[in-house]
């Protein structure tokens, strides 16, 4: 039950946060209403596919990596932890209440991106809501993991470029993986981003979900529960 209560703690909290709503949902739409502006036809289509993955994981991602800050600095966490609540309860928590966040997110955006912006792939809608709900919960996973090396909010903010920036250097957004040199591909080849982006991409070519897509997905999933198991046993209850 402490994890129902958790979650739904941060739920009511996420709630009551308007600014916090106002970019997990205004921020992605307009942003892709900017590439639909600056490129037409199959480039904004292949580009606006791989961005709704993209943005939801930067932005949870940072939302995340600050909350959890804010829990430690404040002494919420350490009171919280006094409690029969286990670390794994509290960051399961937050992967459940940001996922909910995260689909809700991704509904909306996708909804512009297909009804409103025109964009077209061969595949499911449903299935590139799936995706990016999913990507957006490996920000989350990441965003806790990172805020446990953080001492304040400047410094949380500051891992965004060396958790997610390598990750869509390499995921295949700017240059063809199989186009990098060998180096690199290694290094794509470990990191979760490449998967979900490889995933989208296979629901804008293929009509049906392929197993590659599965694949990925399933990658992707295991790459948050060892993020959130890793978050789990660095996690402090106060920042000194």
């Not at 596919?49 to 939801?56: S, T």
């Not at 304040?152 to 965004?160: G, K, L, N, R, S």
Request: proline share 4%; charged share 15%; hydrophobic share 55%.
């Amino acid at each position: 039950m402490t994890l129902v209560h958790t979650t739904g703690r941060i739920l009511r909290q996420l709630r009551h946060d308007r600014r916090t709503v106002a970019l997990l949902i205004l921020v992605p739409s307009l942003l892709l209403t900017l590439l639909y502006y600056m490129f037409s036809g199959p480039v904004f289509d292949r580009v606006a596919l791989i961005m709704l993955g993209i943005f939801p994981f930067l932005i949870m991602f940072l939302i995340t990596s600050i909350a959890m800050l804010r829990e430690r600095t404040t002494g919420t966490l350490e009171r919280l932890l006094t409690t029969p609540l286990r670390k794994t309860d509290l960051l399961f928590g937050y992967g459940i209440a940001f996922g909910v966040a995260a689909a809700v997110q991704a509904a909306i955006v996708s909804g512009v991106a297909y009804w409103l912006l025109g964009l077209d792939t061969r595949g499911s809608a449903g299935f590139v809501i799936l995706i990016a709900a999913a990507n957006a919960v490996l920000g989350v996973a990441l965003g806790l993991l990172a805020s446990a090396f953080a001492r304040t909010e400047f410094q949380a903010v500051q891992f965004m470029p060396v958790v997610a920036l390598p990750q869509i250097l390499l995921c295949g957004l700017f240059v063809a993986r199989e186009d990098m040199a060998g180096w690199l591909q290694a290094i794509s080849d470990v990191l979760p981003l490449t998967y979900s982006v490889e995933a989208l991409q296979e629901v804008g070519a293929h009509a049906d979900p392929t197993g590659t897509m599965w694949r990925d997905l399933a990658i992707v999933g295991g790459a948050v529960i060892l993020a959130l198991i890793a978050a789990a046993g660095t996690l402090r209850r106060r920042t000194p």
